[in-house]
């Protein structure tokens, strides 16, 4: 892949080496995405559990001449226990300068110790999504729930969840994007979960995008299924094996977004890993070219092409937009799989953060995320211009360091119950709820707060 990235940097002085590198990184990119679809890449799809749990149970009915019901749930928690492998005491937190939280990088920091761990678990909330309750499914070890995210050079509060959802009274939030936004969304309802539960009010035909409400705070949030953030077709069927390409319009965004958009107070948009997808891409109702479409005559143009219009636009709407709200732009997430990939056996066996340096970000993680900043870059430039509150939330390198938070095989319940030696597909893409992405919430807050 290194070599490819330096080839497509000579592109403007060698046009011909250009195109040999594009073809060269097109095989690749078939081989590894033929087998990458052909297996269970939106993983939440095929999960009987979550979904349809969700449906058959009535809302709790949510008292509210007992607004101290939270106090009751919290107290109600059963703590995980930490097993051997977990941070161990000598890593202490450094002394730093406090009152200077919203001047500071919030994205530059570490992981440390955080002995009183999650404050939710499985058992408080019942909103996670069966694929990502790596507790329930019987993950032996516990160490990867009590670190906590800890920004280099200023003071990071912990998640207040009953002053976030007092600062939300009467607003609503989105949260935009793929199948990371919806385990962004539960990881942020089970912490609010706390102080009162989110009674669901709208799923589409899918369940793909939900929307929830706190009644005692007449708070909304909405989860908002849009994985390319512009119209696509997609043609998988609910095992997420796809039987056709995409076909993404890159100057048309996804409605399913943009009708809402308006009525937003705040809303976390995102996007990613869908773009890496064999796709034919239109423009003004033409087919401008495509990524990995062998036998179709199309011109191979590469994810990063359509990956820069798409953000593009969905920049440029926001910023000419007049919102009041505040609009958080998400980098995408990196994965760990190691010894393979999705599709052929790769696994995450890690059960710490890695030291700094340890873990690098890969090529097509490092690829997207450039392409995010570039277009964030020019977007918020344009947003400002014209008074729009965007702002970036780039997570990406602050879970870098943390290959020991994802499913892995515990994705599945109990996977192996029957057979010690069951080899069984990883997830090493999501994130275990609890778990590292909670402390995205711990950031989201201080920056909503300071805003
Ligand atoms: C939560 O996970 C624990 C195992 O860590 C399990 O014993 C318990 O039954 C689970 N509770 C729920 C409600 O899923
Ligand atoms: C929320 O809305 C209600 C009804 O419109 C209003 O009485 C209340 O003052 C509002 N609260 C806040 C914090 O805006
Ligand atoms: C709830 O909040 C919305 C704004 O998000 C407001 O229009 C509505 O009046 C509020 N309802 C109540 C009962 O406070
Ligand atoms: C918009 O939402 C519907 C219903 O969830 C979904 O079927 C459709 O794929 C979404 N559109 C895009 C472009 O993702
Ligand atoms: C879009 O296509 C229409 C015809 O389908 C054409 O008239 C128009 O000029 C095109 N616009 C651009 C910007 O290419
Ligand atoms: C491929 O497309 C080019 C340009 O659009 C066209 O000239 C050529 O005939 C096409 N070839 C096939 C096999 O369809
Ligand atoms: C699992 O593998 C080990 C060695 O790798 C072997 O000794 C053991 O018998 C296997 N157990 C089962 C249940 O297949």
């Not at 110790?113 to 909103?127: D, E, F, H, K, Q």
């Amino acid at each position: 892949m290194n070599l490819i990235l330096r080839l497509w940097s000579l592109n403007k002085h060698n046009h011909w080496l250009f195109k040999l590198a594009v073809a060269i990184l097109s095989m690749c990119l078939a081989f590894r995405l033929f087998f990458y679809q052909s297996t269970r890449f939106e993983p939440n799809l095929d999960d009987p559990f979550a979904d349809k749990t969700e449906v058959s149970k009535p809302p709790l009915p949510v008292d509210i001449r007992k607004p101290h019901i939270a106090v009751d749930i919290a107290v109600d928690i059963p703590k995980p226990t930490l097993s051997a492998d977990g941070p161990q005491p000598e890593e202490v937190e450094a002394p730093k300068n406090e009152h200077n939280a919203g001047k500071c990088d919030l994205f530059v920091g570490d992981w440390i110790p955080n002995p009183s761990g999650p404050i939710y678990t499985n058992a408080s909330c019942p909103l996670i999504d069966g694929h990502q309750n790596c507790m329930r499914n019987g993950r032996p070890d516990s160490g990867y729930l009590f670190w906590r995210w800890n920004p280099r050079d200023c003071e990071l509060p912990p998640f207040d969840a009953r002053r976030f959802i007092e600062l939300m009274r009467n607003k609503s939030l989105a949260l935009i994007g793929d199948s990371i936004s919806r385990n962004h969304v539960q990881s942020l309802l089970c912490m609010l979960s706390t102080v009162e539960q989110a009674v669901e009010v709208y799923h589409d035909e899918e369940y793909k995008s939900k929307r929830w409400h706190f009644p005692s705070y007449n708070f909304t949030v909405s989860n908002i299924w849009s994985p390319f953030l512009v119209e696509a077709a997609i043609f998988e069927d609910s095992d997420g094996v796809s039987t056709a390409e995409v076909q993404l319009q890159l100057d048309k965004l996804d409605k399913n977004w943009t009708n809402l958009y308006q009525d937003l107070d705040y809303a976390i948009i995102s996007t990613g890993k869908w773009f890496l997808k064999a796709a034919i891409y239109h423009k003004n109702d033409t087919v401008v070219g495509c990524h990995i479409c062998p036998g179709k005559n199309f011109t191979e143009k590469g994810f990063v092409f359509a990956y820069e219009k798409a953000l593009h636009y969905a920049m440029d709407f926001i910023a000419t937009s007049n919102h009041k709200g505040l609009i958080f732009f998400r980098t995408s997430t990196p994965d760990h799989f190691e010894y393979g990939e999705w599709h052929n056996g790769g696994t995450c066996p890690k059960t710490r953060p890695a030291k700094e340096g340890e873990m690098q970000l890969k090529d097509l993680s490092r690829i997207l995320r450039d392409t995010e900043l570039a277009e964030f870059e020019r977007g918020s430039a344009k947003a400002a211009e014209n008074g729009v509150n965007l702002k970036l939330l780039d997570f990406t390198n602050l879970l870098v360091s943390r290959p020991d938070g994802h499913p892995g095989p515990y994705r599945h319940f109990y996977p192996f119950a029957e057979d010690k030696n069951a080899t069984v597909q990883n997830d090493c893409l999501h994130w275990c709820l609890p778990g590292p992405i909670d402390y995205w919430n711990d950031v989201i807050m201080e920056m909503v707060v300071n805003s």
